[in-house]
């Protein structure tokens, strides 16, 4: 099994930034690639970042390009910096770790992380 853990998230003013971790630890062999899925009341999660730390191959969505970085310090932990902000990325954000086909397709998702929750407002 694959244990995912979060840290950071918050509230900020439109234009700010925040800092996103999730550590993987166990069975980690059995993953290729980790990302962030944030998730509105009402939708579903919806992928926004990807990273294989194995290449540092990277993706982003069209809605946060340019604005948010998906990076690893070590081969099991990832971040997401937001810079940026905007009230639209008000979300539950959760980190995820599984097996990827190629970078935005997701075959099969080992683990969730337990959410964090990032508010932008004025």
């Known amino acids: 099994q694959v244990h995912l853990a979060e840290s950071g998230g918050g509230s900020v003013q439109p234009g700010g930034s925040l800092r996103l971790s999730c550590a993987a630890s166990g069975d980690t062999y059995m993953v290729n690639c980790m990302g962030w899925f944030p998730q509105v009341p009402g939708k579903e999660r919806e992928e926004v970042a990807t990273?294989?730390?194995?290449?540092?191959?990277t993706y982003y969505s069209d809605s946060v390009k340019g604005r948010f970085t998906i990076s690893q310090d070590k081969r099991n932990t990832i971040h997401l910096q937001m810079d940026s902000l905007e009230p639209e990325d008000t979300a539950v954000y959760y980190c995820?770790?599984?097996?990827?086909?190629?970078?935005?397709?997701?075959?099969?998702?080992?683990?969730w992380g337990q959410g964090a929750q990032v508010t932008v407002s004025p």
């Open positions: 990273i294989y730390p194995g290449t540092g191959v």
């Open positions: 995820a770790a599984g097996l990827c086909e190629d970078a935005s397709n997701w075959s099969d998702v080992k683990d």
